[in-house]
């Protein structure tokens, strides 16, 4: 049987790598999570060909501001056993991972951003992860008809 197309938010500061960025390279590894909710999501349900809103974060105004899929679903993040590397954690081994990763590929770039504020004020999305108060992950579950319509308002643009 096959499995269910799964839809996710991915936080980015666009500083540190932006959708501009993700065009660009057309493929990149989402490395570097370093909490273990947003790790249980990628280790445990992120599959190759999922959805995923590209949101900018720590900007003004942060915002979806493109799509893209999950290239490759969960893996052990290469990083996390490479002593010379920034996300580097000696606990971490390759036979026991502790930190997983998964390859996000580009899909669209929306013309403007779709602001956190219009995100609030778009009727169906009222449930939305991201606009939760307390919600700081940088991996969110996003439902079908969320997708659908954070996509429809950023094609609209």
Sequence with gaps: MARERRYWLLKS???SY???DLERDGTTGWEG????QARNFIRDDMKAGDGVLFYASNVNPAGVTGVAEIARGGYP???AFRPDHEYFDPKSNEANPTWYTA???FVERFPGIISLATLKATPGLEQMVVLQ????L???P????EFETVVSLGRRR
């Excluded at 999570?33 to 273990?36: A, D, E, F, G, S």
Aim: net charge neutral; charged share 35%; glycine share 4%.
């Design 13 to 15: 500061e666009p500083s």
């Design 18 to 20: 932006s959708i501009d």
């Design 33 to 36: 999570v370093r909490n273990y």
């Design 77 to 79: 993040d290469p990083f």
């Design 103 to 105: 390859d996000v590929r």
């Design 133 to 136: 108060r307390g919600s700081r």
């Design 138 to 140: 940088s991996v969110l």
């Design 142 to 145: 996003v439902t079908e008809r």
